[in-house]
């Protein structure tokens, strides 16, 4: 099919750099546009203020027990205090730093791994490919608690262990997917334009095929961070965390070994239970943003005022 | 730009530039121990010289494009050599040596969409190729010599610091010639460059291959499914079918006396608006099977002139006046072989 | 007295609406096909000409939106028809064949399978009425009835065409709209295609829309020919009259850019530049920029359709004020 200019979408002014500008734009205008991806985008901006600044919000500590035991919700303590006397509310401010921290660092270095292996197999293809497959598919079929729990026996308990073990048990996920779009793409013409060239393959991989991946790569990024959010708390309420450290996760787990529910405070349970779902939550609306870019078919389609729009 | 070079005239020197010689490409279908090999190309053989614009036409499924990727050696061949200023590519293995073949012999793509990367300006394949291939030059000098290429293809070099999207197909593919310039190669590998283009497009960039050849001294091997753009730009024209070359020789001469039946048949086919001749023929343009296939001429089912010989014995090019032509009809090679060879008959 | 035409299409307008503002792809474009007749219609890339045929298809789906004026078939205002209405009049009176069958056919259903739900969905015949019509459309098209159980992906490329264009014949419709259906296909298959058509036509009756970019397919089988630019009609006139007698400087330039197989060497021009951006249309005469022949008022008065003999064509050189100028 001969094919010229479309009529339709092309810039004539001589831009120059605009495309950056341009894309940014329209990621903006994207989120803007979408109001579920408002939503999220609003929600992640509360929950990063939290974490930067935590001391605006929540001035008590933390940690210090201060107050007296399982006290219910009030003025004082919004989210009342714990069985030792804390302060929930202010626990939870104060958790979200390293809670974030935790689950942006995981999901993007899985993001990272999964990207190098699954394009690197895509595009080398042969005996890499089938090995780089292997490897995905053990990864992937490692039963992950059990792991854990070997793991347990072994690592310090504590972030660093808890980073690691989600690492090494998430970023298989995408891998697939990510060569499943590295095959559809091996073949395209600049590719191969690449390799008349004389480029080498770490060059093609790197700097060709994976800058064209950006939105699949942030909407992995954001699809496995609704994930790890849950999965780092679960892991820490199982007791393979920390529990002198300040996240959510290790919240619930403490409120489990006070038996909070069973001795009325609810409370102390329900709300780092409502943050890690709040901020899963979240990262999931802005993915709809991405949905977007990626497919034009989903935007929102726009009526003419008064007209009848196409059957 | 100049008028193309009629038709015809022999070439600048006749020192052969590239030179393939029963090139064979296999596929093997299915998995490691399928029996269904696919025969993309069978002993064809080629040669290219200095400032020659050589047209390949085929359909598809003819193996054009896979010669394509052979030259470029995307592809290594299953049989056959290919030559390159006498020295044979499979000397060629150190990667120093591979990578000076892609300094001289580079490829222009056919779809002008997907050629280029989407994320970056269209100077970028230029300036790659210079970083590259013409390592002795500055950054100024790098970019002063992707002003000159673009203009040698008829764009402004202010168009260097578009992106893709930016441009029409025409101007894109015109950056595709840009980018294979770059290098200063001898031969373009130039792979249906004006297929996807609008027709009054076209025009330009067929001249301005044209001028390349007459300019700039490059050969180009032109690949394409069109014979009357062939006849506009080549000099010499081969015929290929279902990965055979069954025809070969002068623009003029193979397009005012083909003799082998296909090339009769493609012939017939083109329309040309400013003509009201119309030829019918029953042919419904089928493809061939190129799996498994056997001995026997490939255009057999489909040919008017099929003889008995010609569904056991492959033709091979011989020659008929100044072309090659692959038809026991065609050059008078009627006669059976008095001893059957192994495994022909029975 | 003349016969009412089979379609008539007054002042079609089709727009996107997109966020850097509305594009007009199809202007005010008019024409009416007789019974029978073989229409082609004939441009470039975004000259609107699919988007035409779309939107008299009734097959517009956002952002495209038609802006104005009537399709009338039969008499009947489509424009106007409800949805359960089109159904009903979609594939029995009119169909259409698409650019590529890869696209249009299920590569997960056998052929026969499509065509009971093609079937199914517009008409309530029974299970051997349709056996028995499947088979005699496959071979209509020239393809063996025992094809109605392969898959897509088991034909050619050229006998999928012809399967979508059996499809299209499923119920006799008195007019068949095709986009392109022969560019991706081979020039043989492309040749014997169009010959096919030509022959159905003939003996079935159905009156034909043709559009391709490719004025060099239709110049042999079509009756009439419109050329289209930038989403106007810029010539329209009987295929002799247009291939002998080209008057718009677009027609042309499109005749001269192709390369003559059989006739004397020449150099070829082609048309330098591009089609304008229609999200900003250049004012008066859209081809302007590109025209050789272009005179002063181009730039102000954009042209009108004017009558010269049998030919329709949009240029001012057939004017009082070409007269003028020179």
Redesign the interface.
């Known amino acids: 099919?001969?094919?010229?200019?479309?009529?339709?979408?092309?810039a004539?002014a001589d831009g120059a750099g605009q495309v950056d500008a341009a894309r940014g734009r329209r990621f903006i205008?994207a989120v803007l546009g979408n109001r579920k991806a408002t939503a999220g985008a609003l929600i992640l901006l509360v929950i990063v203020f939290m974490a930067a600044f935590p001391g605006l919000v929540a001035p008590d500590s933390p940690q210090a027990s201060l107050y007296p035991p399982n006290l219910g919700a009030s003025s004082k303590h919004l989210l009342g205090t714990t069985q030792i006397g804390q302060d929930v509310f202010s626990q939870l401010i104060w958790s979200t730093r390293l809670t974030l921290l935790v689950t942006v660092i995981v999901s993007a270095i899985a993001t990272c791994i999964s990207m190098i292996i699954g394009v690197t197999a895509a595009y080398i293809g042969g005996v890499t490919d089938r090995l780089l497959t292997v490897v995905t598919d053990v990864f992937l079929i490692i039963p992950v608690l059990p792991l854990l729990i070997l793991l347990a026996a072994y690592l310090p308990p504590g972030v660093t262990s808890l980073v690691i073990v989600l690492t090494i048990t998430s970023w298989a996920f995408q891998a697939r997917q990510l060569r499943s779009q590295g095959l559809s793409i091996r073949n395209r013409d600049f590719l191969v334009a690449a390799r008349v060239r004389g480029e080498r393959a770490i060059y093609i991989i790197l700097v060709e095929i994976v800058p064209t991946m950006t939105s699949l790569l942030a909407a992995s990024f954001l699809a496995l961070a609704v994930f790890e959010v849950g999965f780092a708390a679960s892991l820490q309420f199982l007791g393979l965390g920390n529990s002198s450290e300040l996240m959510w996760g290790t919240m619930l787990y403490n409120a489990q070994q006070a038996a909070a529910l069973e001795s009325g405070n609810a409370l102390w349970v329900l709300a780092p239970g409502a943050a890690v779902a709040l901020m899963g939550a979240g990262f999931a609306l802005v993915n709809y943003a991405f949905d977007e870019i990626g497919n034009p078919a989903l935007r929102p389609?726009?009526?003419?005022r008064g007209?009848?729009?196409?059957? | 730009m100049e008028?193309?070079n009629p038709?015809g005239s022999a070439p600048v020197t006749s020192q052969p530039l590239l030179e393939a010689v029963e090139l064979t490409r296999h596929f093997r279908l299915g998995g490691m121990f399928s029996k269904r090999v696919l025969h993309a190309v069978d002993d064809f053989s080629l040669t290219i010289h200095e400032r020659e614009i050589v047209a390949l036409v085929g359909?598809?499924g003819s193996g054009k494009s896979t010669i394509a990727r052979l030259l470029a050696r995307i592809y290594a061949p299953t049989r056959g050599e290919i030559s390159y200023r006498d020295r044979p590519l499979h000397r060629m293995r150190s990667r120093r040596a591979l990578f000076a073949y892609r300094g001289e012999v580079t490829m222009v793509f056919q779809d002008p969409f997907s050629a280029f990367n989407p994320v970056f300006r269209v100077s970028h394949g230029v300036m790659r190729n210079l970083a590259l291939h013409r390592p002795e030059l500055t950054r100024q000098q790098r970019r002063q010599e992707a002003a000159r290429v673009f203009e040698s293809v008829g764009l402004s070099p202010s168009m260097l610091d578009r992106f893709p999207y930016e441009m029409?197909?025409?101007?894109r593919q015109r950056v595709g010639f840009a980018q294979a310039l770059a290098v200063r190669p001898k031969l373009i590998l130039a792979d249906e460059p004006v297929s996807m283009l609008?027709?009054?497009?076209?025009?330009?960039v067929?001249?301005m291959m044209a001028g390349l050849r007459d300019q700039e001294g490059v050969s180009i091997l032109y690949i394409t499914?069109?014979?009357?753009?062939a006849?506009?730009v080549a000099d010499r024209v081969i015929v290929m079918y279902a990965g055979h070359l069954v025809e070969e020789g002068p623009t003029e001469t193979i397009?005012r006396e083909p003799r082998h039946p296909y090339t009769q048949?493609?012939?017939s086919?083109?329309?040309?608006?400013?003509?009201?001749?119309?030829t019918?023929?029953s042919?419904?343009?089928?493809?061939p099977r190129v799996i498994n296939p056997g001995e026997g001429c490939r255009f057999r089912q489909r040919c008017p002139l099929a003889i008995e010989k010609c569904s056991h014995v492959t033709p091979r090019p011989k020659p008929i006046g100044a072309a090659q032509v692959a038809c026991h009809v065609a050059t008078g090679d009627t006669a059976e072989l008095s001893v059957p060879t192994s495994g022909a008959l029975g | 007295m003349v016969a009412e035409p089979l379609l008539e299409v007054r002042d079609l307008s089709v727009?996107?609406?997109?966020?850097a503002g509305d594009?007009r792809?199809v202007d005010r474009v008019s024409f009416a096909v007789e019974p029978g007749e073989f229409l082609g219609i004939v441009g470039?890339?975004?000259c609107?000409k699919s988007t035409l045929l779309f939107g008299v298809a009734?097959?517009?789906?956002?952002?495209?939106?038609?802006?104005g004026g009537t399709v009338t078939f039969r008499g009947r205002d489509m424009v106007r028809l409800g949805?359960d209405e089109?159904r009903h009049v979609r594939w029995r009176d009119y169909s259409i064949v698409m650019?590529s069958a890869m696209n249009a056919l299920n590569p997960m259903k056998s052929i026969g399978s499509q065509f009971r739900d093609v079937f199914h969905a517009h008409d309530g015949a029974s299970d051997e009425q349709i056996q028995q019509r499947s088979e005699e459309v496959l071979r209509l098209v020239?393809i063996d009835a025992e094809h109605l159980k392969s898959y897509p992906h088991q034909l050619?490329?050229?006998?999928r065409q012809r399967a979508m264009i059996a499809m299209a014949l499923l119920f006799t419709p008195s007019l068949v709209l095709m986009d392109?259906p022969t560019?991706?296909?081979?020039?043989?298959?492309?040749?014997?295609?169009m010959?096919k058509i030509r022959e159905l036509q003939r003996r079935l009756g159905f009156a034909v829309i043709f559009v391709t970019?490719?004025?060099?397919?239709v110049?042999?089988y079509s009756d009439r020919v419109m050329v289209m630019y930038?989403?106007q009609i810029a010539e329209a006139a009987r295929t002799?009259t247009i291939?002998e007698r080209p008057l718009h400087p677009y027609t042309q330039?499109?005749?001269?850019?192709?390369?003559?197989?059989?006739?004397p060497?020449r150099?070829?021009?082609?048309?330098?530049g591009?089609?304008?951006?229609?999200?900003?249309p250049p004012g008066g005469c859209r081809f302007r920029p590109r025209c050789p022949r272009a005179f002063d008022a181009c730039a102000s008065h954009p042209p009108d359709l004017y009558p010269v003999g049998d030919t329709q064509v949009r240029c001012l050189l057939y004017t009082e004020l070409a007269k003028e100028a020179s």
């Open positions: 099919m001969a094919t010229g200019v479309s009529a339709l979408g092309v004539s205008r389609v726009r009526r003419r007209g009848r729009a196409a059957a | 008028q193309p038709n359909e598809s029409s197909g025409g101007e609008d027709v009054s497009v076209r025009a330009g067929l001249n499914h069109d014979l009357a753009s006849r506009y397009l048949l493609l012939l086919a083109v329309a040309d608006p400013r003509e009201k001749v119309e019918v023929s042919d419904t343009g089928e493809p | 727009d996107y609406l997109t966020d594009v792809a470039e890339s975004g609107g009734q097959l517009l789906s956002p952002p495209g939106e038609l802006a949805r089109l650019q020239g050619s490329g050229g006998m392109e560019s991706a296909l081979d020039v043989v298959a492309q040749r014997s295609l010959i970019h490719d004025m060099s397919v110049s042999l930038a989403g002799e291939f330039g499109l005749m001269n850019a192709f390369p003559s197989i059989r006739g060497r150099e070829l021009l082609g048309i330098p591009r089609p304008p951006d229609l999200a900003r």
